[in-house]
Structure formats: structure tokens, C-alpha cells
């Protein structure tokens, strides 16, 4: 894969780049072309450059301009963003190896789409794979903070651009015309004489025998085709034939299907195994060994490693969250919260504290990973965000030198933060090394996905508005979360940028938390912290979909309305009459509209509005909800049901939408999260393990609680760049559902979800640690 | 160890594997057909749903020893004839409902199995029906899949597959 090459390249000086690039434009770049055999095109991109209405124009961000999590993102992606190359093949296909992971974001894509436009080849003449990791990268391998089409929109329109450039001056010495007279279309170029050649027949000819240094110009904004068009996924087809691969679906020979029998409390440690070699001797079964995790089993078949698993005998030593039930944590919260300190004086305030529960951060596809352990080399394939912490990881695990252990990137099922994690790779790595250096083919069963596997951390959140009548003097936050887990490339790419940052040596929590959260509300003196519960340093945290956000927004949100109330206003009005920036003001203002905001609901159901803006992006919500009794009561088989969402509108602003199809999918998404945030998703800690063992206990959306009705509006973005969007919705929609409840219901919701103190389901046994499967499949068609 | 036939996908298959061996495993594990997708192993989030007969059923629950000779089991490779697609999964493209993809097979069989029950009830496809479909979308593609079901059951119609039970 030519993506992994960087042999040949000659040496970058920065400073010249700078100094040259001063003078191209707003949509002039410098590009390379590597040595190869066929044209292969990449970006050089200088760290700063001056703002411009274009779309082009300001998308780097400056070292004077770190002022959010995703302008840290992008500066700490921006010195390798020319390892990154698109090729043209001889065949007339373009291929380009994303430093980043698919897993339904829509990434790949939006960044086929990003090629074709700037290199005018067909949208399904471009082949975007996923690049093995890559550690001389840094930080350009990380697929989090909704920065991906953030940071590498640039560098993939200045790779191919360039490579479109080269391809002209190649086409004018085979159609003896000039290169300013010929037309690029299609994968085609035509001479005025009506003479044509393809891409792929000029693309030895285009390839550079020693790097070279390009100057291009992107394609303006205006004349656009692909960019900005809904674009079906590229991986449609795949996905509704069952032809889609996942690491499960992935054909490594020798490597047999893998489980883990694990322990009955979050993370306990073998103690003792009993019967061993009774487990051994069952039928299909292969390989048991006892790893870190617990006891892994290898045999023919999946079915068989369950039932193994469920027959291992196995005396345990509790893990360090021992007994601890939610109160207990509840307990270590408020002693963590940072003081409020006294109001104002001679002001009158709205203060409350909010509660948010543990909430499971699984995908539909478990954690998995595919091993491959030799004596002196490994190779892993898994769906990883952040793959060059892994390779780390992996090679520190096996004490083999980094550079003997290879990481395939995989499409991933879902994410949701959970794939910015390696915990998969590790135990397979660790199962086929304990297995005497077997392939294993590693997956967790649902129960230990939910029980074992990351969670979002239980916070609290206490907010306190200041004010006199109308007029709001400050606003004050207290965040209070147990401690979140950023060992996944996150925290290192932050400490390697700490000199430029203005927060000093804080922690990375800190640091993220301050980064990533922004005021939309003109209301006086700001001040928001946060603090960290260690909850004995136990629990597999992650985030989900947004770290801090929809905690903290949803907290805002609620105090926002409560302080409407109290001053007689209308909780859009009153929004509207606080903001700081017209892109809220606009995205606000489009949601009421399309909502109807404000028209007559009867007794019982509301709408409810919120805001958000994070990512370069804003986002409005009105979200409708039915609280009345015969729809809370309503019966659906085996389901919870509830209050329910009847209506969702979102209005968002991400500047320039790459595909307006995947953003609508993704505030599509997020209205099901938001939902499921708000009213019906957590799961319950009791005497050291969560109850919830699979998707009938935990109760993310399902159709039962879909609103019949989602629209989503783009907003024009008015020539700025593309902001992010993977998890811009959710905290919008979390808050605009809990601000619709309580105003259904004249209550004012303190702890969310608002049925967490229902338990719905009869909880599984932690022992053996995961349920048998029915054998009454047949009779239960439908 | 004993051996099983029945038929997949149009063709007889035999296998070798234990009775209580359940359809999912003999489908990816041993015959290598990767469609329908792991997701609980308890039937509750349906991503591995397949036909048997015809009905949307979940292969993580079927043992294999319960399948005869007779018994025709579908999966979403071959849902469609050869080459082509069947209604259900153009009306997927056309309304670009897939994300992530992997709970997208499942979808497609309970759709397609949800459109044959109600057309041999002699009705159109409701919201109740849609509410009550069980198939977990992670990726929460719920509101583009209620509008694909409705779509894709209209082409049924005029198609060889017009939503009549097949067993």
C-alpha cells in the first residue's frame, strides 16, 4: 500500500514552507509527488495560514488559534499531514489509505467524495481503504473528537490536486496541447481536438522519479460537484448484501474462534480454575489458558467456546471497584465536586445538581480482534481508533520491539468511543501468546460487553445562574464525573502540545474538559470545573459519544428553562435574547420554525428546545415528547417503553457539509441517542457489577421509542470549512428531551436517565458470566 | 459427531457438528457465510436474523440438530436471485439507511419476513408492526429504516417476492 511509503521523500523544512506558501492564495497550496513507479500525491501543509472566505481558507488552524479541542486536533495533525498520499493506479482507480477508522461515521465516504471532486474522476473510481498503523504519524491516526473531515479536509483536496496537476502536464505531452487547454473530467482528459486519454494511462508518466514539490490551486468552492451533494455510503452495497467484512467476518487461517471466561465483578482476577482439564477435553475445544482477563478458551466453533466458558469452574478475587453500588459512587461524586463559593451578592439565583448514570458505550459488533503471535513478530487486525497506541500496547504486552508487531485497521461495526480502546488486540495478543502462539480469532460475548467492557462514567453536574430580573450576572458549573480513562492517544497528543496551550500543566481531563466546552449564552461571569472521583480507580471508563458534553449541556439546558420560568419568558425567547453568535442565533431560530414552536399541544405532551455548539459546528434541537398515561403504559413485547419522543427537528450549522446525507444519518443517530440519554439508557452498579448483561436489559432506543418523525435541517455554511458532526447532536437532543419532559410534566427531572430508579429486566447471573443460548429459535418465527 | 442437511440458500448442505450446535455458528464458523452477524446469542438483538421457511427467525437460537432435510434456511446472501437484488435491499440504497452496517443484514430479513406476514394478513404495514421489530441499529438508523420497510414492502409487490410466505 503505497499510503504506507514515505522512503524517497526529501527532507521538510518548515520554514520554507511557510515563507513560500505566504504567497499562493487563499487556495494555493504546496503539494509533492513521490517517487514511484505510478503517480503518487501528497499535501504539505504549513501550521499556519491566514483566514479567507473560501471553504480552503481557513481551515489550519494556527498555533494562535488553539482555542478548542478540534484546533488542537488539527495542529497536532497538521506537521504529517504530507504522509498521507492518494495514488493513481494504472487501471484509472485512485487509492487512498485514510489514517482514520470507518466505523458508520461515514468517513470514507466523504473523503472518496473530497478526492473525486478535486481530482474529477468518478465518486466510484476511488478506493478509500484503512491505513495499517502507522506510527510515524503521531498524531494523524486518531479518530476521535468528531476532527477527522476537520483535520484532513485540506490535506486530501491538496494531495489530490496535486495529483490532478501532475496528470494535466503528463496528458499535454501525449495530446500535444497544452496543459491549460486540456479538460480533466470524468477520468478522462480531452484536448481541444477532441483527443483523449485516461488517468490511468498517464499515471507512469505523471510519477515523479524523485520527490518533487508542486504548487496547486483547489478548486473553488463554487464549482463544486460532488462536494456538498448527498452521496450514498460507498460501502452501501456491501452492507445490504452481507458482503460488508467486519474483523469477525475476516478469513485468517488457523485462527479459531476465542472467548473469555471472565470474572463476576469488574475486573477480578483469577484466583483458582478447577476443572481445567475436564474443560479442555470438551468437544471442539482447543486451547484453554488462563490471561489477565480471565480464562481464555479456543475451540472449532463460537457455540462451543460458550458453552466452555459456561462450564469453567473458576474461584475468583474481586477487582479493585469491589462491593461498590451506586450510591457508594454517588457518595464519591459530591465529595469530588469543586466548591461553588458564594453567590453574588444582592443577586437571586436558580441552582440545582443533576445526576447522569453509568451508561454502556457498546457497539452492535462486541469488542474483537483477530491475533496472530509468533516468537518474534505478531500481527493483529481489529477496528481501532487510535491503532499506534496499540501497536504500543501490543508489542509492550508481548516485550516485542513495536516495529515487529503489525495492526490492520478494520471497518468497525459502531463505535461510540469504544474503539478508541485496544482491550480486544491486548487479550488476543495475550490468548495466542498463552496458547502457545496459535492464531486466535477473539470476541466477547455481549454479557461481558456490557459488564466488563467501558463505560461512560457516572458524573454529577451542579450549575448555578446569577441574576437580576432579566438580566443574567454569571453562570457557574460544577462537574463532578468518575475519572475518565484518556490513556487512548488523547492524553498523549494534549501533552505533547501543552506548551501551546494556555492551561498550562493541568491534567488531561482538565485540559479536554476546558477545551471542550464552550458558552453560548451571554451570562455575565463564566466559570465551569471539573472534578474527578478515583471510585477506587476500577472502572473501565470511556466516552460515549462525547466525553463531558452531554452531561454539561443537558445540565445548562435545564437550569436554562428553569430560569426562563421563574422570569415568566419562553425558554426560545429567552435563548434567542442571550446569544453570543449569529450561527446559534440561526440555527435556533430555523429549529423553532420548523418545530412550530410554541403552537398548542395538549395536557400532557411538550416541546422542549435546546443548543449546542462544539466541533467549528452549532446544532438546535426541538424535541416533542408524550408524557400522557396511555402512552407511558403503552405495551410492546419485552420492551420499555415510556414517555415518548414523537418529534425531533434539529437544525445544524457545520459549515460546509462534505455529504449532506451522512450528516443528516449522523443528527439522525444522535436523536436516538439523546433520547435514550434522557429517558431510558443506563446501567445499574450493584455489589460490584452492572445488572446489565445484553440489549434486552439495556435499554438503548429501539423502534418502540423511534419519534415518527426526525427532520434535519443543514444550514448553509456560508464558505466555512467543514466542522465535525459524529457527536455534535447528542447533547443537543439529550437536552431538548429532558427539557420537553419536564415541561410535559411539571416536574423538574434531577437524575437522568429519568426511569434509572425502574429496573426493567430480571438480571442474569454473573456466574457462570454468560447466559446460555435458546434452543427454542424455531418455534419463535415470525 | 452426527451430520445435519438442510437446505441453504437454494442448495442442500451437509455438515458435520454437534446436535445443540446452534445455526449461527454452523453458518459462519464452519460453513464460512458471514452475513448474519453475532450480537447477544440470546435472541434479543436480532442482528443474526435469517429465514427458516420463509419467517424471520434467529439462527443464534435454532440448534442445527432441529433442521431436517426439508428445511430451507435463508441469509441475506441469498436473499436476492443471483446477481441481483431483492426489493427490500434496493429501497436500502436508494434511502441510504445503512451506517456502521452490521446490524443491516438483520434488518433486512425482519423487514422482508415483517412485509410477507402482513400481506398474507391481508393489510398494509403499520406503525404497531414497526414499533414492534426488535433488530438493535447502535448507529440509531430507526427513523430511515421505517421509511426503507415502507418502500421496499410497495416494490414487493410488484416483484416475484410479493410478500407471500414461501413455506
Redesign the interface.
Known amino acids: 500500500m503505497v499510503g504506507r511509503k514515505d522512503a524517497g521523500r526529501e527532507s521538510v523544512e518548515p520554514e520554507s514552507v511557510r515563507r513560500e506558501s505566504g504567497g499562493l492564495g487563499r487556495r494555493g497550496f504546496l503539494g509533492y509527488v513521490l517517487a514511484a513507479p505510478v503517480l503518487v500525491a501528497g499535501a504539505e501543509l504549513a501550521p499556519a495560514r491566514a483566514a479567507g472566505g473560501d471553504s480552503a481558507g481557513n481551515g489550519a488552524a494556527g498555533a494562535d488559534l488553539l482555542l478548542d479541542l478540534n484546533s488542537v486536533m488539527t495542529a497536532a495533525a497538521l506537521p504529517t499531514a504530507h504522509l498521507i498520499t492518494v495514488e493513481v493506479g494504472q487501471d484509472g482507480v485512485v487509492s487512498f489509505a485514510l489514517p482514520r477508522t470507518e ?4 468517513v470514507t465516504t466523504s473523503t472518496a467524495m473530497l478526492i473525486a471532486e478535486e481530482l474529477d474522476v468518478p465518486l466510484e473510481r476511488v478506493r478509500v481503504t484503512l491505513a495499517d498503523a502507522r506510527p510515524e504519524l503521531l498524531f494523524n491516526q486518531l479518530t476521535g473528537g468528531s476532527n477527522t473531515t476537520i483535520a484532513t479536509y485540506l490535506p486530501i483536496r491538496v494531495a489530490a490536486a496535486t495529483a490532478r496537476s501532475r496528470l494535466l502536464d503528463a496528458a499535454a505531452g501525449v495530446l500535444g496541447a497544452p496543459a491549460a487547454a486540456l479538460v480533466l473530467s470524468g477520468g478522462l482528459v480531452t484536448a481541444p481536438s477532441g483527443r483523449r486519454v485516461g488517468i490511468g494511462e498517464l499515471s507512469a508518466r505523471a510519477s515523479a522519479d524523485r520527490t518533487a514539490r508542486v504548487a496547486v490551486t483547489l478548486k473553488p468552492d463554487k464549482d463544486f460537484r460532488v462536494i456538498d451533494t ?1 452521496r ?2 460507498v ?12 474483523t ?2 475476516l ?1 485468517v487461517p488457523g485462527a479459531k ?1 476465542t472467548m473469555v471466561c471472565r470474572p463476576p465483578t469488574i475486573n477480578g482476577r483469577v484466583s483458582t480454575v478447577d476443572n481445567l482439564a475436564r474443560v479442555r477435553a470438551m ?2 475445544v482447543t486451547d484453554v489458558a488462563v490471561v489477565s482477563t480471565g480464562v481464555a478458551v479456543r475451540a ?5 467456546c ?1 458453552d466452555a466458558v459456561r462450564a469453567l469452574r473458576v474461584t475468583w478475587r474481586p477487582g479493585p471497584v469491589g462491593g461498590r453500588s451506586e450510591a457508594a459512587v454517588l457518595a464519591e461524586l459530591r465529595a469530588a465536586e469543586p466548591p461553588l463559593g458564594p453567590a453574588p451578592p444582592l443577586t437571586q439565583t436558580v441552582e440545582d445538581v443533576f445526576t447522569f448514570h453509568f451508561r454502556g458505550n ?5 469488542n474483537c480482534a483477530i491475533a496472530d503471535v509468533r516468537a518474534d513478530r505478531a500481527e493483529v487486525w481489529s477496528a481501532l481508533k487510535s491503532p499506534i497506541v496499540a501497536k504500543k500496547e501490543v508489542a509492550a504486552k508481548l516485550g516485542l520491539p513495536p516495529s515487529a508487531v503489525t495492526v490492520h485497521v478494520v ?4 463505535s ?1 468511543g469504544r474503539k478508541l480502546f485496544c482491550d480486544a488486540a491486548l487479550e488476543a495478543a495475550e490468548a495466542s501468546r498463552a496458547f502457545g502462539n496459535k492464531p486466535v480469532k477473539l ?1 466477547w ?2 454479557a461481558d460487553d456490557c459488564r466488563q467492557g467501558r463505560v461512560h462514567p457516572m458524573s454529577t453536574s451542579r450549575v448555578r445562574l446569577s441574576h437580576l430580573g432579566p438580566v443574567v450576572l454569571g453562570y457557574a458549573q460544577r462537574h463532578s464525573s468518575v475519572r475518565t480513562d484518556f490513556g487512548h492517544g488523547l492524553g498523549e497528543l494534549l501533552t505533547a502540545m501543552a506548551a501551546r496551550l494556555p492551561l498550562g500543566d493541568a491534567a488531561f481531563s482538565q485540559t479536554f474538559f476546558h477545551l471542550s466546552q464552550a458558552m453560548p449564552y451571554e451570562f455575565g461571569v463564566t466559570t465551569r470545573l471539573l472534578g474527578e472521583a478515583e471510585a477506587g480507580g476500577g472502572f473501565n471508563t470511556g466516552s460515549m459519544r462525547g466525553v463531558y458534553s452531554p452531561d454539561v449541556t443537558c445540565a445548562r439546558e435545564l437550569v436554562v428553562d428553569r430560569l426562563a420560568r421563574k422570569l415568566g419568558q419562553d425558554p426560545f425567547r429567552f435563548r434567542l435574547g442571550k446569544l453570543r453568535e449569529e450561527r446559534a442565533r440561526a440555527a435556533l431560530l430555523k429549529a423553532a420554525d420548523v418545530a412550530g414552536w410554541g403552537r398548542s399541544m395538549p395536557a400532557g405532551t411538550a416541546q422542549g428546545i435546546a443548543l449546542h455548539a462544539e466541533y467549528h459546528s452549532a446544532v438546535a434541537v426541538v424535541a416533542e415528547i408524550d408524557c400522557r398515561p396511555e402512552v407511558v403504559g403503552r405495551r ?2 419485552d420492551a420499555v417503553t415510556g414517555p415518548r419522543v414523537t418529534r425531533v427537528v434539529v437544525a445544524v450549522d457545520v459549515g460546509l457539509a462534505v455529504n449532506p ?1 451522512g450528516l443528516r ?1 449522523q443528527l ?6 439523546g433520547i435514550a440519554l434522557a429517558l431510558t439508557s443506563s446501567l445499574h452498579l450493584r455489589d460490584g457489577h452492572f445488572l446489565e448483561a ?3 436489559d439495556y435499554a ?5 421509542n ?5 427532520q434535519v435541517v443543514v444550514l448553509p455554511g456560508d464558505g466555512r470549512p467543514p466542522g465535525g458532526a459524529g457527536e455534535l447532536g447528542v447533547p443537543a437532543v439529550m437536552a431538548a428531551v429532558a427539557c420537553a419532559y419536564a415541561r410535559a410534566t411539571g416536574t423538574d427531572p434531577t437524575v437522568f436517565p429519568i426511569n434509572h430508579g425502574v429496573l426493567s429486566f430480571t438480571p442474569k447471573p454473573t456466574v457462570p458470566p ?2 446460555a ?6 418455534a ?3 | ?1 452426527p451430520e445435519h442437511t438442510f437446505r441453504l440458500n437454494g442448495e442442500p448442505v451437509t455438515v458435520t ?2 446436535d ?7 453458518l ?3 460453513l ?1 457465510l ?12 436480532k ?1 443474526c436474523t435469517s429465514h ?2 420463509g ?9 442445527v440438530g ?2 431436517g432435510p426439508e428445511d430451507e434456511v435463508t ?3 441469498g436473499l ?1 436471485g443471483e446477481g441481483g ?1 431483492h426489493p427490500m ?1 434496493r429501497a ?2 436508494d434511502l ?10 438483520g434488518q ?1 430479513m425482519a423487514a422482508v ?1 415483517l412485509v410477507r ?1 402482513v400481506a398474507a394478513e391481508g393489510r398494509a404495514v403499520t ?1 404497531a408492526d ?17 421509511e426503507a420497510i415502507r418502500a421496499g414492502g410497495e416494490a414487493m409487490r410488484d416483484s416475484p417476492d410479493r410478500g407471500l410466505p414461501t413455506g
Not at chain 1, 235 to 246: N, Q
Not at chain 1, 300 to 304: A, D, H, N, P, V
Not at chain 1, 773 to 778: E, L, Q, T
Not at chain 2, 20 to 26: I, N, T, Y
Open positions: 466505523v458508520g461515521q461515514g448527498p450514498t455510503r460501502d452501501a452495497l456491501d452492507a445490504v448484501t452481507g458482503r460488508k467484512r467486519f469477525m467476518d478469513d474462534p468437544p471442539g472449532q466453533t463460537f457455540g462451543q460458550v457498546s457497539a452492535l459488533e462486541p471497518e468497525g461495526g459502531g461510540f470476541m460475548h455481549r410492546v413485547r446525507s444519518a439522525t443517530g444522535a436523536a436516538s441517542d445484553s440489549w434486552d438503548y432506543t429501539r423502534q418502540w423511534t419519534p415518527l418523525e426526525v454468560v447466559p443460548s435458546p434452543d427454542d429459535g424455531a419463535r418465527a415470525e | 459427531m457438528a454437534p445443540d450446535l446452534r445455526l449461527l455458528w454452523v459462519r464458523d464452519l464460512g458471514t452475513g448474519p452477524k453475532y450480537g447477544c446469542g440470546i435472541a434479543v438483538c442482528a427458516l421457511n419467517r424471520a427467525v434467529t439462527p443464534c437460537s435454532v440448534p432441529a433442521l441469509t441475506i446472501e436476492a437484488l435491499q436500502w440504497l441510504d439507511v445503512s451506517q456502521c452496517g452490521y446490524c443491516q443484514p433486512i419476513a406476514r406503525d414497526l414499533d414492534g421489530i426488535r433488530n438493535v441499529c447502535r448507529c440509531g438508523a430507526y427513523p430511515r429504516v421505517r
